[in-house]
């Protein structure tokens, strides 16, 4: 079992950054593959990034590329989202995700969610 808690959202000006962080418990944190998946209002939830279990291998969606960021500490049971250049219709929901085996951009194919951080960027 895996619980993760979400930290670091909030209001920001386009152009500004912000960096998420995903706390996880339990010692086999370093087995599981982590993602960074976003819900605005009135849409369905979409896949932004993941890792691999040990960072060596990371995918994006096309509209963050090059502006954001995943990354992840093992020592520290922790994966991160930097997020710069932010635009208003990065406004989310952002909720990181865990799960067993290979990367994977499908939010069924995660086994454990945390309960989501707001960030909300203005034009």
């Known amino acids: 079992q895996v619980q993760l808690v979400e930290s670091g959202g909030g209001l920001v000006q386009a152009g500004g950054s912000l960096r998420l962080s995903c706390v996880a418990s339990?010692?086999?944190?370093?087995?599981?593959?982590m993602g960074w998946f976003r819900q605005a209002p009135g849409k369905e939830r979409e896949f932004v990034a993941t890792?691999?279990?040990?960072?060596?291998?990371?995918s994006y969606t096309d509209s963050v590329k090059g502006r954001f960021t995943i990354s992840r500490d093992n020592s520290e049971n922790t994966v991160y989202l930097q997020m710069n250049s932010l635009k208003p219709e990065d406004t989310a929901v952002y909720y990181c995700?865990?799960?067993?085996?290979?990367?994977?951009?499908?939010?069924?194919?995660?086994?454990?969610w945390g309960q989501g951080t707001q960030v909300t960027v203005s034009s």
């Open positions: 995700a865990a799960r067993p085996g290979s990367t994977n951009s499908y939010a069924d194919q995660y086994n454990y």
């Open positions: 890792i691999s279990w040990n960072g060596a291998y990371t």
């Open positions: 339990g010692r086999l944190f370093s087995r599981y593959v």
